[in-house]
DNA sequence: TAAGCTGAGTTTAGAAACGAGACTTAGCTG
DNA sequence: CAGCTAAGTCTCGTTTCTAAACTCAGCTTA
């Protein structure tokens, strides 16, 4: 019998289920908070993730073929030419994922004894720490999960 | 020689990895679509994902440890006392993650063939769609990737 | 009181994914 | 031409996942 498919969340194309089945392979997210930090060539990617070399590579192939990162040559002073990875826009529209993932370890998971997060985010222009938030179309601000309501659409 | 712990992302202590040592593995990130969803049953909860009932069993444990969600008693009408998953305050926190990643597969991922994402997210007060944004504390919105830089703190 | 039902799991065995390290490759350098 | 280096690929043992069968406790019905 065959096993279901790899991947295959996505029973209901639901959007989140599609998402994580191009992200949710262990070490995907890792890697793109590494190219979000501009990490981009392989082995400097192996340092920071910390994965297997063979998994890095294979996720670095999906997130390719997904369109998330392009694989690009650059060539280094007296090297061969080699390649790079680096954002698309549909890639580095996954920022907001990877801000609210870090908003909630730092809330929830990051020792209480040390004095604030690891890593913050700051507004280039004017300095400021950055954050996600929950917003309306109707212009409200500041909502939590308790002040909405799913819809399933017609298809 | 012993392999790396599983859920030993959190190498360096970011609030990504460890967030993702919570929330990494498989079908995690379907359960706690479906606990916003309302959904709190076991069976219900294996229609609605659609993973195998042990992994579902072993995920509402670790969510549950984690303390993401809570196991408490309830008795329908001349049944006997079984037990339900709700969210906590901390899993409830977690809903800009999962509308991100909606968001994203709205964006990237349905297919364009379709009217539009399979669900919404709606103000209830006033019936406008909801949606992730990248604000900073200095009162910018509208904010994108490229407009930030990270900073790691001292520790 | 026994037999059957039901929701919520646990167990088991085979398949797939992961992890560590050795090996390969292609061009550059001494 | 031997050695170096970045970027992989290969191998094999371990872990995790999947599907399906099995268990269990209390309730209902006979």
């Not at 082995?43 to 070399?53: I, P």
């Not at 954050?131 to 601000?141: I, K, P, T, W």
Request: aromatic share 6%.
């Amino acid at each position: 019998m065959e096993a279901r498919a790899p991947k295959d969340l996505a029973r209901d194309g639901c959007s989140v289920a599609l998402a994580l089945g191009v992200l949710g392979e262990r070490w995907t997210i890792l890697v793109l908070r590494e190219a979000f930090y501009g990490v981009k060539r392989f082995d400097e990617m192996l340092e920071a993730v910390g994965c297997a070399r063979n998994l890095l590579s294979a996720r670095l192939a999906t997130l390719v073929d997904n369109g998330i990162l392009v694989r690009s040559p650059y060539r280094d002073e007296g090297q061969r030419e080699r390649f790079e990875y680096r954002l698309t826009e549909k890639g580095r529209e996954l920022f907001p994922v990877l801000l609210a993932l870090m908003q909630w370890g730092d809330r929830w998971l990051v020792d209480a004894s040390t004095n604030g997060p690891p890593v913050e985010i700051l507004h280039r222009a004017c300095g400021a720490k950055v954050a996600v938030e929950l917003v309306c179309e109707g212009g409200h601000r500041h909502l939590g999960p308790r002040d909405t309501a799913p819809r399933r659409r017609r298809r």
